[in-house]
Structure formats: C-alpha cells, structure tokens
C-alpha cells in the first residue's frame, strides 16, 4: 500500500494530492471507465440498489463525481484494505467549568417563543452570570 494523506477538511490538500498521487488518478480512472459502460454501469446500480454486494462500495465509482466522495464511500467497504484511519481531530465545544440545564414549561407556544429569543439574546456568560 502507498500511503498518501488527505485533510478531510482542506480542498487545497485535495486538489494538489489529485495531481500528483497516482493512486487518485487510478480512483478517477476507473470512475471513467465505468462510467463510459453503459451496461457495467447499470450492473453496479441493480446490485447496490438490491444489497447484494460484499466488500468494496464499488457504486460510489457511478454514484459520485467528486474524487472525495469517491474515496470516502469507496473507503468505507474496504475493511482496511485501501488503508486505515491514524488520527482523528475533533472539533468539541469549550468545557465551561460551571454547567447548567432547565426544565421550563409555557402557557403558549409565543410565551416559549419570546422566551427562546430572549436567552438567545443573552449570550452564555451573560446568561449564566444573570441567572445567579
């Protein structure tokens, strides 16, 4: 296996990998090729849109133009065989270190309404200090 590494985020990273990886160009390649079968292209539709398939998510060959959908769908039916996943970023929100959570009950749906707009308006540390 050749390892080469895609930002899941950064097209740049994307669009200069498809010009010099090969093992892109192979995944565009064969897209076309399949693409310009008429008949092996509807074979591949018939048998995904039945689930009768095992192994690699070839139908994302017919089913997406984009190179990193491709490989994503493609990605995921391989069991490890196309390559693994080495680090993963999360992007979680601040762990305030004072938490909060209600229960509020309204007589009318513009009670809860007005109410929504209100909080919202209040941002989470003002709204957090007020509630003290």
Known sequence: MVPFWIHPIKRASINSS???HKWLKIFCNCAKEILADEELTHLIHHKYKIK???GYGLNSLV???DIIDI????FIGSEGTLGFVSE???NTVEDVPHKGCGLMFFSTLND???A???LANMGREKGCSSLK
């Open 52 to 54: 009768n398939t095992t």
């Open 63 to 65: 089913d997406f133009e």
């Open 88 to 90: 993963i970023v999360y």
């Open 18 to 20: 498809k010009k010099n």
């Open 116 to 118: 929504v707009v209100a």
């Open 112 to 114: 809860a309404s007005l």
């Open 71 to 74: 490989i994503n769908h493609l």
